[in-house]
């Protein structure tokens, strides 16, 4: 099935990959970025553009919406983010899929919404605590909107230049394998992760208190 897929953030190396994947599948992409190379409108910024973003997405017929905002600074106890840094952590992770998909749910053209989480969002801890609550309050956010169709699909590590820095853990993915399993996951709908391997951990990180998650993470760096 020929799908028309919506990036937005459309300028990350996971994105990239996905639009590359799809254009073997022959899917039509439409792209949204700050970064106007990788964008196929001008916006100034997202908050700043919604009235842009809202005529040109109404105008995609069946539309699937890929959400791939993300933003991390933080890899205690080798990097702490910045005042700064934790406002654009919350802004990119939380605030603008949000508000756009609050914004953008007024359409009737849109099929389905996808957003790119974390097992980070299970349980937010030291190692990573404001990117994880930023993900973790995007989740539920979603979940109380009334949306027709949505995936909240989560990850663990996927190398990329955001990820630089942090050790690799089990399960870490590359950009072609993140961007392979997008597709692969594509039907499935609310709250689900990547591969049976991240749902075993998210399991696992369910069930172990937040003071020995930390413990072991800080041991081991």
Same mark, same amino acid.
């Given at each position: 099935?020929?799908?028309?897929?919506?990036?937005?953030?459309?300028?990350?190396?996971?994105?990239?990959?996905?639009? *590359?994947?799809?254009?073997?599948?022959? *899917?039509?992409?439409?792209?949204?970025?700050?970064?106007?190379? *990788?964008? !196929?409108?001008?916006?100034?910024?997202?908050?700043?553009?919604?009235?842009?973003?809202?005529?040109?997405?109404?105008?995609?017929?069946?539309?699937?919406?890929?959400?791939?905002?993300?933003?991390?600074?933080?890899?205690?106890?080798?990097?702490?983010?910045? !005042?700064?840094?934790?406002?654009?952590?919350?802004?990119?992770?939380?605030?603008?899929?949000?508000?756009?998909?609050?914004?953008?749910?007024?359409?009737?053209?849109?099929?389905?919404?996808?957003?790119?989480?974390?097992?980070?969002?299970?349980?937010?801890?030291?190692? #990573?605590?404001?990117?994880? #609550?930023?993900?973790?309050?995007?989740?539920?956010?979603?979940?109380?909107?009334?949306?027709? #169709?949505?995936?909240?699909?989560?990850?663990?590590?996927?190398?990329?230049?955001?990820?630089?820095?942090?050790?690799?853990?089990?399960?870490?993915?590359?950009?072609?394998?993140?961007?392979?399993?997008?597709?692969?996951?594509?039907?499935?709908?609310?709250?689900?992760?990547?591969?049976?391997?991240?749902?075993?951990?998210?399991?696992?990180?369910?069930?172990?208190?937040?003071?020995?998650?930390?413990?072991?993470?800080?041991?081991?760096?």
């Amino acid at each position: 099935m020929v799908r028309n897929y919506l990036i937005i953030g459309s300028n990350s190396e996971l994105a990239k990959e996905f639009i *590359n994947l799809n254009a073997i599948n022959k *899917n039509q992409i439409y792209r949204i970025s700050r970064n106007f190379n *990788n964008s !196929d409108i001008d916006i100034n910024g997202y908050k700043e553009s919604f009235d842009e973003i809202f005529n040109y997405v109404k105008n995609i017929p069946n539309c699937y919406i890929v959400f791939f905002n993300g933003f991390i600074a933080e890899n205690r106890p080798i990097q702490y983010p910045t !005042d700064k840094e934790i406002i654009s952590t919350y802004k990119i992770n939380f605030q603008i899929p949000f508000l756009l998909t609050v914004r953008l749910n007024q359409l009737k053209n849109v099929e389905k919404y996808i957003f790119i989480s974390t097992i980070a969002a299970i349980k937010p801890r030291f190692k #990573n605590y404001i990117y994880g #609550n930023a993900k973790k309050m995007l989740e539920q956010s979603i979940q109380t909107l009334e949306l027709k #169709n949505f995936l909240i699909l989560r990850f663990g590590k996927i190398n990329t230049s955001m990820s630089a820095g942090h050790k690799d853990i089990i399960f870490t993915l590359n950009k072609e394998e993140a961007a392979s399993l997008i597709l692969k996951n594509m039907e499935k709908e609310g709250v689900h992760h990547a591969n049976i391997g991240l749902k075993i951990v998210s399991i696992i990180l369910r069930i172990l208190p937040i003071k020995f998650i930390n413990y072991v993470e800080k041991s081991i760096n």
